[in-house]
């Protein structure tokens, strides 16, 4: 089975720009989660989403926001970009047979904003 | 709330050497342990995981054992590799908040292997 994929690879926008990242669960996946990886830090949870509902939002800006679509793929917004926006900005998906816990992560969207 | 706290990097070793990573926790509940490794440029990955105190993870000749009493899951290989160069990242889900399995992540520990 693929793994879980994510488009662009990379992302250059200027500050006040809004950028839409896209990601694909793992064959079978129910729920995504998004997050933001700064440089020489963890990740930071942005987002869950499980059968379409929001199951959990960390402590982001309402800039941030995201959908989660009927075949499980899922979008993450960013509006009115700032300079601190610029991260690794990672999706993972997990399954119950797995443990809801464990994450299956994507290779990350590199956004630069200038 | 919860918390990951991990040994600070980087660890600088030379191939074949023994490996350790700490790592404790705070949770409210009882949650499971992970530890994820991120190579340069790419995303995280699963490295091994333990749901229940006492249970022991192991793959790729990692391992790493759940103690409740001390609140740690502390990362060992008995001989590391040039390729095992990576950032070693210490992780919680806790079921308790809320039924959300929202993961915790301790900072990143960057392990650097010499030929």
């Known amino acids: 089975d693929a793994g879980v994929t994510q488009s662009p690879t990379h992302l250059i926008k200027t500050r006040g720009q809004q950028v839409t990242l896209r990601c694909s669960p793992i064959?079978?996946?129910?729920?995504v989660s998004w997050y933001q990886q700064v440089l020489g830090q963890g990740p930071q949870f942005i987002f869950q989403?499980?059968?379409?509902?929001?199951?959990g939002r960390g402590n982001f800006p309402d800039r941030f926001s995201a959908r989660q679509f009927p075949n499980y793929s899922s979008e993450l917004n960013v509006n009115a970009l700032l300079l601190g926006d610029s991260a690794l900005y990672l999706c993972?998906?997990?399954?119950?047979?797995?443990?809801?816990?464990?994450?299956?992560f994507g290779p990350g969207t590199r956004l630069l904003v200038l | 709330g919860n918390s990951v706290t991990q040994m600070e990097g980087p660890v600088t070793l030379s191939e074949e050497a023994f490996l350790t990573i700490n790592c404790t926790y705070t949770?409210?509940?009882?949650?499971?342990l992970f530890w994820y490794v991120q190579y340069p440029g790419e995303g995280l990955q699963l490295l091994l995981k333990?749901?229940?105190?006492?249970d022991k993870g192991s793959n790729k000749g990692f391992e790493a054992t759940y103690r409740k009493e001390t609140t740690s899951f502390h990362l060992e290989k008995g001989s590391v590799q040039v390729s095992d160069s990576a950032v070693y990242f210490c992780?919680?889900?806790?079921?308790?908040?809320?039924?959300?399995?929202?993961?915790?992540f301790g900072r990143g520990t960057s392990l650097i292997v010499h030929p």
């Open positions: 064959s079978g996946h129910k729920s």
């Open positions: 333990a749901t229940k105190a006492d």
């Open positions: 989403y499980y059968e379409k509902e929001e199951r």
């Open positions: 949770a409210t509940g009882y949650p499971s």
């Open positions: 993972a998906s997990s399954s119950e047979d797995r443990g809801w816990g464990t994450q299956y």
């Open positions: 992780a919680l889900s806790d079921p308790s908040s809320g039924g959300s399995y929202i993961p915790t």
